[in-house]
């Protein structure tokens, strides 16, 4: 797969162009109107696609920044703007963030996301086959270097994501300057693996196919986690099946079911 450094083979420049408009033009849109707001303390929503395909893992924060696709490109463009801001104004602190796999709704089943259109992300997806909206599971690939030859990620309920963020605040304003973490459970479920888990937690079996990989997909992507312990106080407490029991919670209620 020969990634062009803005987007992969494959992808369409409408995808890449929107990443870039939405993401580092929506970065620097926000850095200007907090500098004239005279605030420059940033809670900064990163991604672990910042790693592409990693030399190892669990992947540590000091592992190469480099990106397979789109996303992870237009990541960590903005990663790269807000180190510069910072080394170039000492009154700047931000802490980069670098989501795994959020997943998962609020426990009252009243907050969760709700993609437009068919979802790209696994777990949408398959509360969507739970739900009949879908025959079955399309699995990209079964033929990766994995448990089981489906893809493996680091996939955390977004209650802890939001912790995550109130922990990382606590650091800014007690350390004054900024960091980059990994906020991931440091353990790598596979495909078929979530679908397992979806199954246990909510006694509803997901069919599936296996289909060809996706572009720009990685094999396996799960975090180191002693960073975020050791400088945030901060580790991921919620169950594989919890964020499978919440995430069908919020698609039943999205649904009326
Ligand atoms: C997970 C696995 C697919 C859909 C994420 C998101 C985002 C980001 C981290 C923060 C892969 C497989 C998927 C499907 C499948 N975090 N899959 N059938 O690709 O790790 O991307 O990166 O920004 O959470 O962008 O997440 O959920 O799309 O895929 O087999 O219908 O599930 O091949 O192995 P991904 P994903």
Redesign the pocket.
């Known amino acids: 797969m020969h990634f062009t450094g803005l987007k992969s083979v494959g992808e369409s420049w409408q995808q890449a162009a929107q990443y870039l408009d939405n993401n580092v033009g929506g970065t620097a849109c926000l850095v200007a109107a907090m500098e004239r707001a005279s605030v420059q303390r940033l809670v900064f ?1 990163s ?3 910042v790693y592409g395909q990693p030399d190892a893992v669990p992947i540590s924060e000091s592992a190469p920044l480099r990106t397979t696709n789109s ?1 992870g490109r237009s ?1 960590l463009l903005c990663e790269d703007i807000l180190r510069e801001l910072q080394m170039a104004d000492s009154r700047w602190q931000v802490a980069l963030l670098r ?4 997943v998962g709704a609020h426990t009252s089943g009243l907050i969760g996301e709700k993609p437009t259109g068919v979802p ?4 949408p ?1 398959i509360t969507q086959v739970a739900a009949g909206q879908h025959p079955f ?5 079964d033929d990766y270097p994995t448990v089981d030859g ?2 493996v ?1 680091d996939y955390i309920h977004v209650m802890d994501l939001a912790k995550g963020h109130l922990a990382a605040l606590h650091y800014l304003e007690r350390e004054g300057k900024g960091i980059a973490v990994n906020l991931g459970t440091g353990s790598g479920v596979s ?1 078929l693996q979530l679908a397992a888990a979806f199954t246990q937690a909510t006694g509803i079996a997901i069919a599936h196919q296996i289909l060809a990989r ?1 572009q720009g ?1 990685v094999a396996s ?1 799960y975090a180191a986690t002693d960073l975020a312990l050791n400088a945030l106080a901060w580790r991921a407490q919620l169950s594989i099946e919890a964020m499978c029991a919440d995430a069908w919670r919020w698609e039943q209620s999205v649904r009326n079911l």
């Open positions: 929503s991604s672990a696609t996303y990541k989501y795994f796999n959020p790209n992300n696994l777990m997806y599971l399309r699995v990209f690939g489906t893809g990620r495909v996706r997909d992507c």
